[in-house]
């Protein structure tokens, strides 16, 4: 060994070496055997010690064999359902009745990694897990993506549809059709796949499954004998989940002789071998070693490694065309991974795949570092965070009161929450998130504007940057048409929220004696903060809500403005609609009262619209007890102290300047959880 160091050897080379050497004298004592499903190891191999070679980790897995499984035995399908009706449980039982994990007890959520999906026990990252089946005597390759309920994270279902060609549509026996269900429905009916209902929770005790078939049957027009009744939990039927997979769901129409064409519907960011890619293929093969280039960038890349998910990663020879798996192709930068790019050989270029639409961020907010110390390592976060999260957009963004920053856009109020949550649990960094805004568009009527800014109408994320209505020849608000599900004891409640919410009504449908299905359209900062929760408390949590983008209207929004003793404080600009101004300015001034610390001369806080002043609160001046040394006397003597003493107040107004801290500042622009 010594000889080994005297050569300039690392210590790692000669331990491997001394590793080696040692197999090959086969050292005694008793060597594990391989467990059940796992790949088998080097020792159970027949001569694997013939050449001396260095241990590595690839060593250590036997790669798979995927060449074994024809088109004709692959079936991609999806799991999607309203929130908590039961997708990841069901996920589970598939994963055990196929041998992909052990059956124990702990198997809850196995598919959800993440520490804020196990907190709040909801799906919010799509999962993919390959699942091998013998059925009639044929192994099949079964294909899983087990997606998210959140109307929130829509944008997660419909790129995982576009790997599929089937879908499982899980009902909750107890709860029945819900207005996420609808949604996700639609969106699978869209991409035209085969639709499979299954009924979950079958083992409640309120559970009525005859009720959900009827429903089924009438808002989907799917026949009732199709819907297979389960309990996911119990592992109840599940057996029949498989069969009728592999009986409705079609092979994925692919070419394995045409050159490779491959669509990234996925990624997630290894910080230690750069860019995971999840892909679908379409036609051809990919292996390691192929050089393969992206149609979007035009850049080359050699892969270092494909596989499939087991549900954890499982290396493999090749991938086929119709397969699911990742691929790893040494990608370090965060933006290379395009979700929607289209993969293929080098020399060998294809007609790249439809990809998907963009998302369209829903919600505006601004993010700022708690310390502008912290400025770099939050950069770094968030863009290493959005490669895993595509559907956040990320503009810069400063403020004189809070710094360098950025204004983040989200596809809702959850998205946001969870996207802070994930920050802070795996990048450890702490933000000031100010309230969320919609994005607002204006129709320019100034020459001089419109060739300013190249176009008639500007989208405005920043309400500071709202034009003046005297430039402007309309105002245009983002509209959503939501779907409301809920009992009908509930409908003269809630009917009267939507108006308040200035929604207009366009449809109201039984879905069976007791359920309504009402159709609003919704300005979208109406329902953008507080909606969600003001419709649990009044329908005592019963109904549910979903909504899809409507496009624009006119409105008659107004920027409105805070002073603080004649100054604007630009952090503060708010865009509200003309109705709601007076009610949304008292809010803010009354927060801000609370907030600023009292200086030695008062200070008036107003709202105002334009010119006019819409709401005021006052923050009262410290004053000195000038009559305290006055014992009686008279009247004339105190009035000249009094009046002395406002003169010298009146005076310190003018010079004296109000500084906001920046703990009011947060206070005021924080998302209020108590609005």
């Known amino acids: 060994m010594g000889s080994l160091w005297g050569r300039g050897w690392g210590r790692g080379h000669a331990l491997a070496l001394w590793a080696t050497g040692a197999a090959r004298r086969r050292l005694p004592g008793p060597r594990p055997a391989p467990s059940r499903g796992a790949a088998a190891e080097p020792w159970a191999a027949a001569e694997p010690w013939a050449t001396a070679r260095l241990f590595s980790s690839a060593d250590l897995k036997e790669k798979l064999d995927m060449s ?9 399908f999806s799991i999607i359902a309203h929130v908590d009706h039961g997708k990841s449980t069901l996920a589970d039982r598939l994963l055990e009745l196929t041998g992909a994990i052990d059956k124990t007890k702990n198997n809850k959520q196995v598919l959800d990694k993440l520490q804020v999906e196990r907190e709040r026990g909801i799906t919010v990252k799509a999962q993919t897990a390959s699942l091998f089946y013998n059925c009639e005597g044929k ?28 879908v499982l549509l899980v009902v909750d026996a107890n709860e029945g059709i819900q207005a996420q269900t609808v949604a996700n429905f639609f969106l699978a009916f869209e991409a035209q796949l085969s639709v499979i209902p299954v009924i979950n929770k079958i083992d409640l005790k309120n559970a009525d499954p005859e009720r959900v078939e009827k429903q089924i049957e009438k808002v989907f027009d799917i026949p009732s004998d199709e819907c297979i009744k389960i309990s996911a939990k119990l592992g109840t039927n599940v057996e029949s989940v498989l069969q009728a997979v592999i009986e409705r769901i079609p092979p994925p129409k692919v070419n394995r002789k045409n050159p490779l064409r491959a669509l990234v519907f996925d990624s997630t960011f290894d910080q230690y071998r750069g860019v995971i890619a999840n892909v679908a293929l379409f036609d051809g093969v990919v292996s390691k070693g192929d050089k393969i280039v992206s149609a979007h960038t ?48 080098h020399k060998q270029p294809v007609e790249p795949l439809p990809g998907f639409k963009s998302a369209k961020p829903m919600v505006f907010a601004g993010m700022y570092p708690i310390d502008q110390s912290e400025y770099n390592n939050l950069k770094s976060a968030i863009e290493k965070l959005t490669l895993n999260d595509s559907s956040v957009t990320v503009h810069r963004d400063s403020s004189l009161a809070l710094g360098a920053g950025w204004r983040l856009g989200f596809l809702g109020l959850l998205h946001m929450e969870v996207f802070n949550q994930r920050l802070e649990q795996e990048y450890n960094t702490s933000v000031i998130l100010t309230t969320p805004t919609v994005p607002y568009k204006a129709v320019l009527s100034s020459a001089k504007l419109i060739k300013e800014y190249r176009e008639k109408e500007i989208t405005i994320i920043n309400p500071a940057q709202f034009p003046d209505k005297s430039k402007v020849a309309e105002y245009l608000e983002p509209v959503v048409l939501g779907t409301i599900i809920t009992p009908d004891e509930y409908t003269g409640k809630i009917m009267m929220l939507c108006q308040a919410r200035r929604a207009v009504q366009k449809n109201m449908m039984f879905i069976d004696e007791n359920r309504v299905m ?20 009044l ?6 809500f979903d909504y899809e983008d409507a496009g624009y209207q006119t409105a008659e929004l107004v920027k409105m403005d805070i002073l603080l003793n004649g100054n604007i404080v630009e952090e503060l600009v708010t865009v509200v609609h003309k109705d709601k101004a007076h009610l949304v300015g008292k809010t803010i001034c009354e927060r801000l009262k609370d907030s600023l610390p009292r200086q030695l001369f008062e200070i008036a806080i107003q709202a105002a619209v334009g010119s006019k002043i819409i709401a005021r609160e006052t923050v009262k001046a410290y004053r000195k007890n000038v009559l305290a040394k006055c014992y009686g006397g008279d009247i004339t003597r105190k009035m000249k102290l009094l009046k002395r003493q406002a003169e010298g107040k009146k005076r310190m107004r003018k010079i004296g300047n109000i500084e906001v801290p920046k703990e009011a500042f947060i206070k005021v622009l924080k998302t209020q959880s108590d609005k």
């Open 539 to 544: 329908s005592s949590g019963y109904a549910s």
């Open 298 to 345: 035009q850049k080359t890349y050699e892969v270092n490694e494909v596989g499939i998910l087991n549900p954890n990663e499982q290396s493999t020879q090749k991938l086929y065309a119709g397969q699911v798996g990742y691929l790893i192709a040494g990608m370090k930068d965060v933006t290379e991974a395009q979700i929607g790019d289209t993969l293929h050989l």
């Open 518 to 537: 009402l159709k609003y359209l919704f300005p979208l900062n109406e329902i953008v903060v507080d909606f969600y929760d003001s419709l649990k408390s």
């Open 139 to 166: 192994q099949y390759l079964l294909n899983l993506i087990d997606t998210p309920g959140h109307v929130d994270f829509s944008y997660e279902v419909s790129r995982s549809l576009s790997a599929c060609q089937g």
């Open 68 to 76: 074994g499984f024809p088109v004709e035995n692959i079936r991609n």
